[in-house]
């Protein structure tokens, strides 16, 4: 089974700043990540497929790359209504997610 | 537009089964590979079991296995599991979720609670 390392666990962060999340998979999963957002009580909402494709509609300030088996999610300038937990998640066998990180505002 | 909508979920007794549906609409469901994932109160998503398009193809958790059974009926778009010999840690929202990439596609989920 492939595994995903998803770090950090939490994160607290300022208005405006740039924010960061990795996932390091067990092994090759070539460019077969998601990226989502969830909120309490929803489901979760994809942001990046394709390691580094934005979904439409989805802001801007929302990116993700990386291949292989190191990945990066950034949030170029943190907006107050983009707390939430984020996950990422390979798609080249089985389904497999990160543990999450639980972004709060500082 | 695709949807996927969850029912069936609700209070069961410990041991205790319930049978969970997925119904698809706004896209051809009998072209995808489809999954069950679940999230426990307060954690992270766990992927619970996966049927291909045919249903030739079925894999499951090792935390379920023996206990759930997932199926579909591509003539009705719908998907299903079957859990029985329910445990307190099965206690979650289950979601039907499907697609790859930019296809992919999540239901509201449903909320099993196995308690006494």
């Known amino acids: 089974d492939i595994q995903m390392t998803q770090s950090p666990s939490s994160l607290s962060a300022s208005v405006g700043d740039r924010v960061t999340i990795t996932c390091q998979a067990s092994?090759?999963?070539?460019?077969?990540l998601n990226w989502y957002q969830q909120k309490p009580g929803k489901a979760p909402k994809l942001l990046i497929y394709?390691?580094?494709n934005l979904e439409t509609g989805v802001p801007s300030r929302f990116s993700g790359s990386g291949s292989g088996t190191d990945f990066t999610f950034t949030i170029s300038s943190l907006q107050p209504e983009d707390i939430a937990t984020y996950y990422c998640?390979?798609?080249?066998?089985?389904?497999?997610f990160g543990q999450g990180t639980r972004l709060e505002i500082k | 537009e695709v949807q996927l909508v969850e029912s069936g979920g609700g209070l069961v007794q410990p041991g205790g089964s319930l049978r969970l549906s997925c119904a698809a609409s706004?896209?051809?469901?009998?072209?995808?590979?489809m999954n069950w994932v679940r999230q426990a109160p307060g954690k992270g998503l766990e992927w619970v079991s996966y049927?291909?398009?045919?249903?030739?193809?079925?894999y499951y958790a090792d935390s379920v296995k023996g206990r759930f059974t997932i199926s579909r009926d591509n003539a009705k778009n719908s998907l299903y599991l079957q859990m029985n010999s329910l445990r307190d840690e099965d206690t979650a929202v289950y979601y039907c979720?499907?697609?790859?990439?930019?296809?992919?596609?999540w239901g509201q989920g449903t909320l099993v609670t196995v308690s006494s």
């Open positions: 049927i291909s398009s045919s249903s030739s193809t079925i």
């Open positions: 394709d390691a580094s």
């Open positions: 092994q090759d999963i070539s460019n077969y």
């Open positions: 998640q390979q798609y080249d066998n089985l389904p497999r």
């Open positions: 979720h499907g697609g790859t990439g930019s296809s992919t596609s």
């Open positions: 706004g896209f051809t469901f009998s072209s995808y590979s």
